[in-house]
């Protein structure tokens, strides 16, 4: 089974996952955590290896003009290869995040991108504060919002409206944690992910 982190950058993605890694193989199973937006940084290198995903760029090539559109063309691709080895796949910066926080121009391209997107058994999507996300922006000093303000940076993300829309028209369950509010949001994210869990694995 694939689950899949949506949210804003900085609001805990991978450490909830890395820490969610760490817990479900104390209790002898054996996730991975795969990251999509790295394994396919070379834009849509992963798709040429994917005979569908291939023929699709070839019917659709004003589709892929934009690097968006080949970056979250390659993270569809690395998705459907990681749900074909099957195993528990902890899927950090997939797509659902990827088209999320820049969605694409055309229309065209985002009904047609939407519809190739592989749905994830379980998406939890990951929030946090406002005020909480800036300070984490500024301590790690990403790159990207060095020369942006508070307000701007904030700007950037409007919510979880897409990450939403996708769940609820693919009967894609969501587990929602807030890393701003919880004490343990890594222990309540594995508390909130036993239900799906347990009928599908082995626990010793």
Known sequence: MIIEFAGPSCSGKSTLARGLEGELRRRGLTPRQVSAQRAAHSDALWAALDPLLLVWSLLNPRVLRTREARRLLGAIALTRRVKREGGLVLLDEGPVKLHQLGPLRSAHANRLLWRAMPAPDVL????????????????????????????EI??????????????????????????????????????????FLVPRTTVR
Not at 154 to 178: I, K, Q
């Open 124 to 151: 939890v999507i990951v929030t946090c504060s406002p005020e909480e996300r800036i300070v984490r922006l500024r301590r790690e000093d990403r790159a990207h919002v060095r020369a942006l303000g508070d307000a």
């Open 154 to 195: 904030l700007a950037e993300f409007t919510g979880d409206h897409f990450a939403r829309r996708f769940a609820a028209a693919r009967g894609v369950p969501v587990v929602e944690v807030d890393t701003s509010a919880a004490q343990d949001p890594i222990s309540l994210l594995r508390e909130r992910l036993e239900q």
